[in-house]
């Protein structure tokens, strides 16, 4: 296979467990000078996926990181499992639980009616932990650092958000939404509206925009095409 990557190329990446996204970058980096001798490309990713998250990651090279914005721009759609009953400060599992409340008295139907609020144009608080910028610093580094920051909503448009399998505590669901939409926080906002709380235990990113998981690469599969 024949890739033009100073010229440009759009790679569709699975991102793995635990990797950052500017992990994923570097290391296409590295595999591309090693396999094809180019010491210089630019490259970099359309749309930031959490360390915990996996799935669909848009990597541009050369002359296509010109439209990393519009990749941006485009709407997402994820797949992921929430757990009820307890917090944590980051919404995910990057923390260790704050806090424990009882689900004896939740209901499947009551999970199901209260998704229905989520839908549509909402203000959104992102995480503390979270990548945004706040007077030109992360939000995480301030989080880690104990640092008490204000962090403004966003405005976010989710257009479908539906519960797939329930299995109190755990409820898996679909969601499709806007650039800037913080799936934490959804569920951090489904678990104070449920009055449990909730917290993310799993996420994959299926889609952007025309552009689906089960067409991208695994990066050692990637690795053994190029050069």
């Known amino acids: 296979m024949s890739f033009q990557f100073e010229q440009g190329e759009v790679l569709l990446i699975n991102k793995p467990y635990q990797w950052t996204s500017f992990d994923v970058v570097g290391k ?3 595999i591309i000078r090693k396999r094809t001798g180019i010491r210089k490309i630019k490259i970099g990713h359309a749309g930031t996926l959490d360390p915990l998250a996996t799935g669909l990651l848009i990597i541009c090279t050369g002359k296509f990181t010109r439209r990393i914005i ?6 997402k759609e994820y797949t992921g499992t929430m757990y009820l009953g307890a917090t944590t400060p980051s919404f995910d599992l990057e923390t260790g639980p704050d806090g424990y409340f009882p689900t004896d008295d939740l209901t499947e139907e009551a999970i199901r009616d209260a998704v229905t609020h989520f839908t549509g144009t909402l203000e959104q608080i992102p995480p503390k932990y979270s990548a945004k910028k706040i007077d030109g610093k992360r939000a995480y ?4 650092e104990e640092k008490e920051v204000e962090i403004k909503a966003n405005i976010v448009t989710i257009t479908a958000f539906e519960i797939t399998r329930v299995a109190i505590p755990l409820i898996d669901f679909r969601v499709v939404c806007s650039k800037g939409t913080y799936i934490r926080s959804l569920a951090r906002d489904l678990g104070m509206h449920l009055g449990c709380g909730a917290h993310l235990t799993a996420l994959c990113r299926t889609r952007i925009g025309m552009y689906h998981l089960r067409d991208a690469w695994e990066l050692n599969s990637l690795e053994e095409q190029i050069g």
């Open 70 to 75: 519009s990749f941006q721009e485009l709407e």
């Open 141 to 144: 580094d301030y989080a880690r």
């Open 28 to 30: 296409l980096r590295t």
